[in-house]
């Protein structure tokens, strides 16, 4: 008889606990999970371009927080600011929500590599590995050197550039008594002609003009020597640019 009221009072017992914590859960349901789980939303702000810390107070202002992801490199982002971030600019999140932002290392460097006495093509193989790009060619007669061959650069070896940066090459042109090589300027503006002569160590010789149409004016369209003629060092080379007839240039 005892062992029976004694089980059938923990059977009450355990009835009034299960419906006391129904009841618990009713009343945080329908009171005080609302108020927990109604946080306003607010919009997420544009953050491209800011520093970390710019962008953290940014957030600050709109009840966010910021998280930092990955770092990498970025041609035009300086250093420290961010490239993007998720939720990107404009969706709408729960208050106190982070937001990841990317941040940028700023611009990669490449090492320029080492090309005194490599030839040309071999050199520009080389910088386009290295991510960078052939600048001013400027060939100079050089005993030393054999013909072809780069004999000195700028920047030097070893430099830091940006990606596609240029890197300006002497040329070897060989003996200064060997013959040279004559560039081919034909289609050149008359302009760039002395500069482009000088590159060849040759020199601008006689320029006349005749009425060729068919070519802008100004246009170099023909030389002599022709393109390709083996002359002497400071061999000046004349040459014939084009001019419009007076009546096709009139408006």
């Given at each position: 008889e005892i062992m029976r009221t004694f089980l059938a009072n923990g059977v009450l017992v355990a009835a009034s606990a299960l419906a006391a914590a129904l009841l618990l859960l009713g009343l945080v349901d329908a009171v005080i999970m609302p108020h927990i789980v109604d946080v306003p939303n607010v919009k997420v702000p544009r953050l491209h371009s800011l520093s970390a810390s710019q962008a953290s107070q940014r957030l600050q202002q709109w009840g966010l927080k910021i998280a930092t992801g990955d770092s990498i490199y970025h041609e035009?982002?300086?250093?420290?600011s961010v490239i993007d971030h998720l939720p990107e600019a404009g969706q709408r999140v729960k208050k106190g929500r982070?937001?990841?932002?990317?941040?940028?290392?700023?611009p990669r460097y490449y090492t320029t590599p080492s090309l005194q006495g490599v030839s040309l093509r071999e050199a520009r193989l080389q910088l386009e590995s290295n991510q960078l790009q052939t600048g001013n060619i400027l060939y100079v007669s050089s005993n030393e050197i054999p013909e072809t061959a780069v004999i000195d650069q700028h920047p030097t070896a070893g430099t830091p550039l940006k990606r596609d940066s240029r890197v300006d090459l002497r040329i070897s042109n060989g003996p200064p008594s060997a013959m040279k090589t004559t560039p081919n300027l034909i289609t050149l503006p008359i302009d760039s002609a002395e500069d482009t002569l000088r590159k060849y160590e040759m020199q601008l010789g006689r320029i006349e003009s005749q009425i060729d149409n068919s070519s802008p004016p100004g246009t170099i369209i023909s030389q002599a020597p022709k393109p390709g003629t083996q002359t002497p060092r400071n061999t000046r080379i004349h040459l014939r640019v084009s001019a419009q007839h007076p009546q096709n240039g009139a408006r």
């Open positions: 035009r982002i300086p250093l420290g982070a937001v990841t932002v990317l941040l940028s290392k700023g």
